[in-house]
């Protein structure tokens, strides 16, 4: 696929009707659990799959395709988007996106571990995007309507840049300390 300008401009323009739409439809949603067994990840992988299709067919095909972020992954987005996901986030997908957080043992579909890689890349920057923003009931994930879509930008940049240290330095070091 080759994105051309009035693509791209298409892209913004959705993006800030989206955020538009966002303005108007803030809703509280809260999400912590306290549980700190650990879950079997072995059978969800293939109830996973079909929820993850019914998700993308639900995707507007401008996020469905979007490849990277538009919001530029600088130092300070990471740290915003690191901080975001640490309040929001963490409490399902584990604090260093092992899927491992404390919820994750209460919950019929476990939260995606980011650094199943093979996992993960099934869905692009455009498809977490609107995953994080709108949730998901197919794949049990919640949606996050109070945060900005810049700051769902942020995350989304957070969880690339985990992704790809984890990746060049392996899993051994921790990707990150606080
Ligand atoms: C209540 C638990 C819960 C919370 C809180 C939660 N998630 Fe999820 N998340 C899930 C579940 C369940 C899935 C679906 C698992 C799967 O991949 O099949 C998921 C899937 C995802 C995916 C798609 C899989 C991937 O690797 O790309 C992304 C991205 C994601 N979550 C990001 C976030 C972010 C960012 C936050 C915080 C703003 C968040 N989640 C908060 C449970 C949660």
Redesign the pocket.
């Known amino acids: 696929m080759n994105p051309n300008s009035s693509h791209l401009s298409l892209v913004r323009q959705r993006f800030a009707l989206h955020c538009l739409f966002l303005l108007f439809f803030l809703a509280p949603v809260s999400?912590t659990?306290q549980n700190h067994d650990h879950h079997d990840h072995h059978a969800?992988h293939q109830d996973?799959a079909t929820?993850?299709a019914t998700f993308k067919e639900s995707v507007p095909e401008e996020y469905r395709i979007m490849e990277r972020t538009p919001v530029i992954a600088s130092q300070e987005s990471l740290l915003r988007g690191r901080h975001?996901?640490a309040t929001?986030?963490a409490?399902?997908?584990g604090r260093l996106g092992r899927g491992d957080?404390p919820?994750a043992a209460t919950?019929k579909?476990?939260?995606?571990d980011?650094l199943?890689f093979a996992?993960?890349e099934?869905?692009r920057p455009g498809e977490?995007y609107w995953?994080?923003a709108k949730g998901?009931t197919e794949?049990?994930?919640?949606g996050?309507p109070q945060?900005s879509p810049e700051d769902?930008w942020h995350?989304?940049n957070y969880?690339l840049a985990l992704q790809a240290k984890v990746k060049a330095e392996g899993y051994d070091s921790p990707p990150h300390k606080h």
């Open positions: 999400s659990a969800y996973a929820g993850a975001l996901y929001h986030c409490g399902c997908h957080g919820a919950m579909k476990p939260p995606a980011f199943d996992h993960s099934q869905y977490k995953l994080i998901s794949l049990g994930m919640p996050f945060v769902v995350m989304v969880i």
